[in-house]
């Protein structure tokens, strides 16, 4: 039970199971992960949201809904002094309207809010689902795993020996596209800069670090994340985006900043992500990854089944990216995503009714 009203908080002595805490506080329990450096806070089974799916919400009105009922357990467990200001996570919602045939759902969860997708999360989610049984008869060597995201449904290939999940994880996304190229934004304190902005599931603006005289692999990080919370902030105020599906998807989650180096290479390419209120994803960012092989292929610099490959410049981990196919009649692709997720442990998470922090604190 990921989230559940707690017992009292009779007992004494070191061998009880949990600290005192509120009998009307929640325990909540987590599945530690981290892809690429990138935590995730995996909470298996959320009460509240399941109820709501049950009701027939779409899984973006459920995302609304969580978000206007529950958030005090976002808050609980992204924010310090249970998170901090890097945290991510997942709530896993089984069944029902929500997972919509798939095996399992999931809603994002950041520091500022929720997302519509996260490919980071993704890739652990697949090695989750096997893990945790939510696959009901897994097969060797590997396994797809079927998941519900908010932007839509995105299938994860999970290696699996019979007894166990492995790595790489790979998954193939919605469709991706480019929604603007070598648009001209005047940056307070840059002047003018040429980004483009692509879709992996959510918006992301991208442009060299070098536009804003800066270096992706060598600038101080502050300075990176102040120039790319810039960009994103220009671009929301000068340019109106648009969702073919869905007008609950266009918003600019963030800016990416690149070496520019493009074109197709074996070498690897060096980003950071910036999103949400000033997070930094210690991984290349699996729906960014998304999100610039579309815009590369939409330019011609890459070709269909071409794999590059993506550096986070904080931590240095990999992921790889490729067009699998067209999709539709418009300019969208398929994109394959793979890295490696890692379990971390678990954890269990009370609350004492009468603390003036339990549900956490935001510093940056």
Known sequence: MAAEAGGGSGGTGAGRALPPHSPSGAVLQTVEMHTGGE??????????????????????SLRREVGATQDHVRR????????????????????????????????????????AMCGHAVLALGRFALDYGLVPAPTSPETAVRLRCPCGPVTAFVPWDGHRSGNPVRFHSVPAFAAATD????????????????????????????????????SKTKDLVNAASAVTEAVKKQFQLHHPESEDLAFLYGTILTDGKDAFSAEPTTNICVFADEQVDRSPTGSGVTARIALQYHKGLIQLDQTRTFRSSTTGSLFTGKAETKF??????????????????????TVEEEDPLKYGFFFK
Do not use: W
């Open 39 to 60: 935590p995730l806070r995996i909470i298996p089974r959320l009460e509240a949201a399941e109820q709501a799916a049950a009701g027939g919400l779409s899984l973006l």
């Open 76 to 115: 609980a467990l992204m924010h310090e002094p249970r998170g901090h200001a890097g945290m991510y996570g997942a709530v896993v919602v089984r069944g029902g309207a929500a997972a919509d045939g798939a095996h399992l759902a999931a809603l994002f969860l950041h520091c500022a809010g929720y997302s």
């Open 183 to 218: 648009l001209a934004i005047d940056v307070p304190g840059h002047g003018k800069v040429v980004v483009d902005i692509g879709y992996g599931g959510t918006f992301y603006a991208f442009l060299s670090a070098e536009q804003l005289g800066l270096d992706v692999s060598s």
């Open 328 to 349: 539709g009649n418009y300019s969208a692709v398929i994109v394959e995503v793979s890295g490696e997720a890692f379990y971390t442990g678990t954890a269990t998470f």
